[in-house]
């Protein structure tokens, strides 16, 4: 079954230390490919996002996330984790370029000080 | 900048009661979608449109339904509410599969 999956549902790290949070999607081809975060509270926002080439993409907030086709994985990591990334991440895929997003569970980020 | 902006933020229903949200976009976006969000389950999509006058269904469609009479604006309604539409809906907007952008959400509560 087509499906995203984020292993991960709680990840805890020091402020400081680097993040790698796991997103894996089951799609035949590659379909197009999504990080948001969410505060408490608050809504979704957009943090970056792979359609294709380059297979190491770049997003807001000093995040950057590379896509795997072997693995078909795309995780998202940040050399240096701030206090204010505390929050939860979603991984998304668009199978078939129709913005249909289908999400994965979701991994929420707490950091230590 | 509004961008997405969801009517009302919070909301309490009684089982067998209506109620419709609204969601307004000024991005001059095509696509529209409504999602909920459930905890340990990411969002689900419930109906999507990809133009005015146009709807679809998504992933969790029943017990509710929409309309799109103008391109800004895009509800979604909950004729007669049970408690496991409890749950935090999320409008959206974007050009095609760009990437969306979410309102802030509504949470609506069902006793």
């Known amino acids: 079954a087509q499906s995203v999956t984020q292993p991960d549902i709680h990840i805890t790290v020091s402020e400081g230390a680097s993040l790698e949070l796991r997103c894996n999607y089951s799609y035949g081809a590659t379909p197009y490919l999504f990080w948001y975060v969410q505060s408490p509270g608050q809504g979704l926002q957009l943090l970056l996002k792979?359609?294709?080439?380059?297979?190491l993409v770049q997003g807001i907030k000093g995040f950057e996330a590379e896509f795997k086709r072997s693995q078909s994985s795309f995780n998202l990591r940040k050399p240096s984790v701030h206090w204010s990334d505390a929050a939860e991440y979603f991984c998304a895929v668009d199978p078939s370029n129709t913005g249909k997003l289908i999400f994965g569970q979701g991994t929420t980020l707490q950091v230590k000080p | 900048n509004a961008g997405v902006t969801q009517t009302p933020k919070f909301r309490v229903l009684k089982t067998g009661q209506s109620m419709t949200l609204l969601c307004a976009q000024d991005m001059n976006h095509e696509y529209m979608y409504w999602y909920r969000q459930d905890p340990g389950m990411g969002l689900r999509l419930i109906h999507y449109s990809v133009g005015e006058g146009t709807t679809a269904k998504g992933e969790v469609p029943d017990g509710y339904n929409v309309s799109r009479l103008k391109k800004q604006n895009f509800l979604l309604g909950l004729e007669s509410a049970a408690p496991s539409q409890t749950s935090v809906y999320f409008c959206?907007?974007?050009?095609?599969?760009?990437?969306?952008?979410f309102g802030q959400g509504t949470r609506l509560t069902v006793v």
């Open positions: 792979y359609f294709s080439g380059d297979t």
């Open positions: 959206a907007s974007s050009l095609q599969g760009t990437g969306a952008f």
